[in-house]
């Protein structure tokens, strides 16, 4: 069974710059699997923030960036606001129909 | 703007059944598909399925396979996501999302719907 793997935490200061990654248990991550990024605050519905590896959803300001590091997807925060402070979760499509979500990054701004 | 509107939350008895909803608004709803996602308390979001309500044409994560049954009704614009005996590890937060294909991601989520199985 394909596993995503995420961090499941990570801290960054205020106006800092922070890169979380999205990985594959077997394999590299690339464009072709079509990684998006979501934000989910607590209690709240997940909001889309990156789509198709780097693609910015409508209103994610420009300090949300996706890519390709390497073997994986990766989510860079470049200056760090304290509304920020959320769970991310990266999703990749496997085809068919089928998406496999990471366990998600609990990303702390202090 | 294009909603997805679910419905309210749910107590159960274990071994019940349930369906719930996902209301699209807007006059696009058939050339989407709708999924489910599925988060426990505490936990991370997981993928069920997917359903495209113009023909009901459905995928299953396979996890979720045989546990749940997803269906549309494009005549009411309304995705569903049932099940015919509860358990006590279905207690969740469901949400729905539309499918974009191009570029192969969720862009609209509903609110989710919170169900929880508890004897």
């Known amino acids: 069974q394909t596993v995503v793997t995420q961090e499941p935490s990570f801290s960054v200061s205020p106006g800092g710059t922070v890169t979380l990654t999205c990985g594959l248990s077997?394999?590299?991550?690339?464009?072709?699997?079509?990684p998006s990024w979501y934000q989910q605050t607590p209690g709240q519905a997940p909001r889309t923030l990156i789509y198709?590896?780097?693609t910015h959803s409508s209103g994610v300001p420009d300090r949300f960036s996706g890519s390709i590091l390497g073997n994986k997807a990766a989510l860079t925060i470049t200056g760090a606001q304290a509304d920020d402070e959320s769970d991310y979760y990266c999703v990749l499509y496997m085809g068919g129909g089928i998406w496999v979500f990471g366990g998600g990054t609990k990303l702390t701004v202090l | 703007e294009v909603q997805l509107v679910q419905s309210g939350a749910e107590v159960k008895k274990p071994g019940e059944s349930l369906k719930i909803s996902c209301k699209g608004s807007g006059n696009t709803f058939t050339k989407y598909w709708i999924g489910w996602v599925r988060q426990r308390p505490g936990k991370g979001l997981e993928w069920m399925g997917i359903v495209y309500p113009a023909d009901s044409d459905t995928r299953y994560s396979p996890s979720f396979q045989g546990q749940v049954t997803i269906s549309a009704d494009k005549s009411i614009s309304t995705a569903y996501l049932q099940w015919s005996s509860l358990k006590a590890s279905d207690t969740a937060m469901y949400y729905c999302?539309?499918?974009?294909?191009?570029?192969?991601?969720?862009?609209?989520w509903g609110k989710g719907t919170s169900v929880t199985v508890s004897s």
């Open positions: 999302a539309r499918r974009v294909s191009n570029g192969e991601y969720m862009d609209v």
């Open positions: 198709n590896t780097n």
């Open positions: 077997s394999g590299s991550v690339s464009t072709n699997y079509y």
